[in-house]
């Protein structure tokens, strides 16, 4: 239990639904992001947010919508989305977006998506 | 561009000893991570260094040379339990974490 949970674990979807994932974390940090986790590949950084603002979207295609309406919740739309997305979709929390501590993340243990 | 590597996939027997190397070329340096993913889990926090040398703790290591641009995770006395994914992680200069793609170690009895 890292105290970061993520809903749903796995999800499937067809080209045109519309689905959202969803993540709450229970530590009272103040930063939160997502990552897409492909095999065999690095961790890709999506989204970042700072007290609920968003301060990094790297070029993430506009079918990924993300959403946080407090430091302890963030969500992830997905529309139209390609058999490409398919991907294991983890949040992670944190203390500091930058600098201060070691600014260790805690994860949560993903959704596993499928695009068909 | 940035770049970490890190061997793909590692074999060893349960009881010894192994080491997993971490390279990395970042524009700046502000910390080196290792993070222990199980399969289906969450990727959890093992280590942290920012200066040169040896970080002991348990039956796991980290070491770090900035001037090679250089980490290993050294894990004594392995368990089966250590199967699993060890992903390195750079922090470059605008406090980003540069990812590499894991090493899956397998332990065998």
Same mark, same amino acid.
């Given at each position: 239990?890292?105290?970061?949970? =993520?809903?749903?674990? %796995? *999800? ?5 639904n519309k689905k959202?994932?969803?993540?709450e974390q229970h530590?009272? %940090? ?6 897409? =986790? ?15 603002? =968003? ?17 302890? %919740?963030?969500?992830? %739309? *997905?529309?139209?989305? =390609? ?18 501590? !070691? ?10 998506? !499928?695009? *068909? | ?5 890190? +061997? ?10 192994? /080491? ?16 222990? /993913?199980?399969?289906?889990?969450? +990727?959890t926090f093992l280590?942290?260094?920012?200066? @040169? ?28 339990? @250590? ?8 922090? @470059? ?15 065998? +009895?």
């Amino acid at each position: 239990e890292t105290g970061v949970t =993520q809903t749903p674990r %796995h *999800l499937v979807m067809g080209m045109t639904n519309k689905k959202s994932l969803k993540c709450e974390q229970h530590l009272g %940090h103040n930063a939160m992001y997502w990552y897409k =986790q492909s095999a065999k590949k690095p961790l890709e950084l999506m989204f970042v947010y700072n007290f609920k603002e =968003q301060t990094e979207n790297n070029s993430v295609p506009s079918r990924f919508s993300p959403e946080c309406p407090n430091s302890s %919740h963030l969500f992830l %739309h *997905l529309h139209t989305l =390609q058999p490409e997305d398919s991907a294991l979709y983890l949040c992670a929390s944190s203390p500091f977006s930058e600098g201060g501590t !070691t600014g260790e993340l805690f994860f949560g243990e993903g959704s596993r998506l !499928t695009v *068909l | 561009g940035q770049n970490i590597d890190q +061997p793909t996939e590692m074999t060893a027997t349960e009881g010894a000893i192994v /080491q997993i190397n971490c390279t990395y070329q970042t524009s700046g340096f502000n910390g080196l991570f290792w993070y222990q /993913q199980h399969a289906g889990e969450a +990727p959890t926090f093992l280590s942290y260094n920012v200066l @040169d040398g040896l970080e002991e703790k348990g039956r796991f290591s980290s070491f770090l040379s900035r001037s090679k641009g250089y980490s290993y995770l050294l894990l004594k006395e392995l368990q089966m339990k @250590d199967s699993a994914s060890y992903l390195c992680a750079v922090r @470059d200069s605008n406090y980003q974490l540069i990812w590499g793609a894991g090493t899956k170690l397998i332990i065998k +009895p």
